[in-house]
């Protein structure tokens, strides 16, 4: 069992670890936890050692051996059992006081801000210095330092990416702030870590963190997206998704579509998931997604749209998956 426990999380398709920093505050936060285990880890030793000096010293060997010598009330051994924890509290206290201003104090004049909003069970990503919103995929370029600021649109929700830093709750009506930065170049998953309801564990997101003039490009592509339907399916989705009213729901800048119940579909076509990281994003998941999400995501609010013919979905996903 012990090593099944072990195996386990290496079979996850995105193993999300603590112990595997990637940026600055992952690195902060995982130094004080090294240091606090040697800490834990000495005073273990220590009794484990006076434990078994003292079992195997004054073990009984007959009835006839004396006790040992008595100790009571000595007060070097109390001033020594006392004065030890208080010097290892301080040691541990300095660095924590010491790293938890520095993660408490704003990211900087020249860091991206973004504004993190949790959804049952989704996550919206705003930037308000580009005017853009997206969902899912929080893009972040390296070597930057990325002030999130947490809100929530229902209920608590926790934002957390492992390898990036530490969890911060997203509460109603009070919006919190943390700060990130990602060393290098990768696809970092997120999770809530705060449990928000029927599907809170499938609440998830990714952190894709990459040089700064690839976050440039994909800027750009954000603020001039291509929605125009390049094909007679493609356009044949398009007049279903006006239809059935999606746009009521969902947003694609730049079209009348500008709900704001669901995620911004902007740019979809080039995103690796679709609904926070449940599936793939296919044609066939796309599909699956739109015919039955309950059946996905229990308690969504997006209803079924189990009445689309075959033709009629395969449009629909042609123009969804044409979103660039």
Known sequence: MLAAATLLPACAVHPQSALDPKGTVARMEYGLMGFSLLIMLGVFAAVVILL????????QRGADQPLPKQVEGSHVLELLWTAIPIILLVVLVIPTISDSFRLAAPAGAHALRITAIGHQWWWEFDYPDYGIVTADEMHMPTGQRVEVTLESADVIHSFWVPSLGGK????PGQPNAMWLEADQAGIYPGQCAEFCGLSHSLMRFFAVAESPAA????????????????????????????????GGCHAIDGTPAQGKVGPNLTGLGSRAVIVAGALQNNALDLGQWIHDPGAIIPGTVMPPFAGLTDAQMQALTAYLEGLQ
């Open 52 to 59: 078994t000096f003292v079992l195997i010293r004054y073990r």
């Open 168 to 171: 911060e709750e997203t509460v």
């Open 215 to 246: 976050f440039t490009r994909w800027v750009e592509a954000r603020r001039h997206p291509d929605t125009t339907p390049h094909s007679a399916m493609a356009q044949q989705g398009l007049a279903l998704f006006n239809q059935y009213g999606c």
